[in-house]
């Protein structure tokens, strides 16, 4: 004996209505292609454009390090130390030269006015040597403390430098880095508000469809007839045990 269905078709007509919309929407839900691109977006084009501009700025420090390592390096202090020799050390020289004249001028008038001029004898010869060498001692002490001074200014220099040139190549790496995810935050923004907006699109239908299950669920709705009587139905209970009395022999 088969068991009685509702039959809907003893709806009220907007009640059946409801039932097709439903049922249509339900089916056009399950049947819709799911828009992948929409649910999950490609990287948004600020996300793009930081991942081109760090893949530029990749290495864009190296030189300023390279450069900062050559200064540090042994042969650092040399870059400051041409200028320095050429604009002090020569000057000095030259003034050094001028003096030791002057002075030797002022020996051969101390030695005229006392009588003693030797001229270009032997005490003459022995009195220019003994003076050029004091000058050349002199010079010598002079330009080697110059030149002391002018290298270990020319290694602070260029330690300074160095300095300046690793913490620049710092500071524009860490610029770039900043700009970098600036951009690349400003794109995952507008990437995740794309991603809302295509799960919106997505789950709007199902909650809509859902809120007309429900409303249709709150219907008065035909109930399924009751299991038929037996008795009514012309059957007897003799007839039922009889039935399985013969299925039984």
Avoid: C, H, W
């Amino acid at each position: 004996m088969a068991i009685p269905q509702a039959d809907f078709t003893k709806l009220p007509q907007f009640a059946q209505d409801a039932y097709k919309r439903i049922f249509g929407q339900a089916a056009n839900i399950a049947d819709r292609p799911i828009d992948t691109a929409a649910l999950a977006p490609d990287l948004d084009p600020y996300q793009q454009q930081a991942a081109t501009l760090l893949n530029q700025g990749i290495g864009s420090y190296s030189p300023f390090i390279q450069q900062a390592q050559e200064f540090a390096g042994p042969g650092g202090a040399q870059a400051f130390m041409n200028p320095y020799t050429q604009n002090v050390v020569d000057q000095t020289t030259q003034q050094l030269q001028k003096q030791f004249g002057l002075q030797r001028a002022q020996a051969d008038q101390r030695a005229i006015q006392s009588g003693s001029f030797a001229g270009s004898g032997t005490r003459g010869a022995v009195f220019d040597a003994a003076l050029a060498g004091e000058q050349a001692d002199t010079l010598g002490r002079s330009v080697a403390d110059l030149y002391n001074q002018g290298f270990t200014q020319a290694q602070q220099a260029a330690q300074t430098g160095a300095g300046i040139l690793g913490s620049l190549g710092q500071q524009i790496q860490g610029q770039r880095l900043a700009d970098v995810n600036a951009l690349f935050n400003l794109g995952g923004a507008r990437r995740d508000i794309a991603a809302q907006r295509g799960m919106l699109g997505f789950q709007l239908p199902i909650t809509q469809s859902s809120f007309l299950q429900q409303a249709f669920m709150g219907m008065p709705m035909y109930q399924a007839p009751p299991m038929p009587n037996p008795l009514q139905s012309g059957l007897s209970l003799g007839g039922i045990f009889g039935g399985f009395g013969g299925f039984g022999g």
